[in-house]
């Protein structure tokens, strides 16, 4: 099973931009999904989660500008992205974290990222 995004482009600053995020094929136990993104050289940061019961989250840097759903028992997800700036051009991978009955105890799985670039 994979993950696989979409939704990423260029865009001037000011405008939004919507990523979606399906897997390939059923995923049990996932008790949340996230968005990360990730700069050359630099760490992937956490942007946005969601859990299975509908609860979120999201990094300073995005509140209030983006905005993270849908079914993470379907493990699909969207990010809806507004106003936005030239710092948040990254590449940005969704990720789904499932809970198994055994050693290791989660499966991570993470999407093969998209390019999101703000720029004028």
């Known amino acids: 099973v994979q993950l696989q995004a979409s939704g990423g482009g260029l865009v001037q600053p000011g405008g939004s931009l919507r990523l979606s995020c399906a897997a390939s094929?059923?995923?049990?136990?996932?008790?949340?999904m996230a968005w990360y993104r990730q700069v050359p050289e630099k760490e992937r940061d956490l942007v946005a989660m969601?859990?299975?019961?509908?609860?979120?989250e999201y990094a300073d840097s995005v509140k209030d500008r983006f905005t993270i759903s849908g079914d993470v028992a379907k493990a699909t997800i969207r990010l809806q992205m507004a106003a936005l700036e030239s710092e948040d051009t990254a590449v940005y991978y969704c990720?789904?974290?499932?809970?198994?009955?055994?050693?290791?105890?989660?499966?991570?799985?993470w999407g093969q990222g998209t390019q999101v670039t703000v720029s004028s």
């Open positions: 990720y789904a974290n499932a809970l198994l009955n055994r050693h290791p105890w989660v499966q991570r799985y």
């Open positions: 094929g059923s995923i049990a136990n996932v008790n949340y």
């Open positions: 969601i859990t299975a019961t509908g609860g979120t």
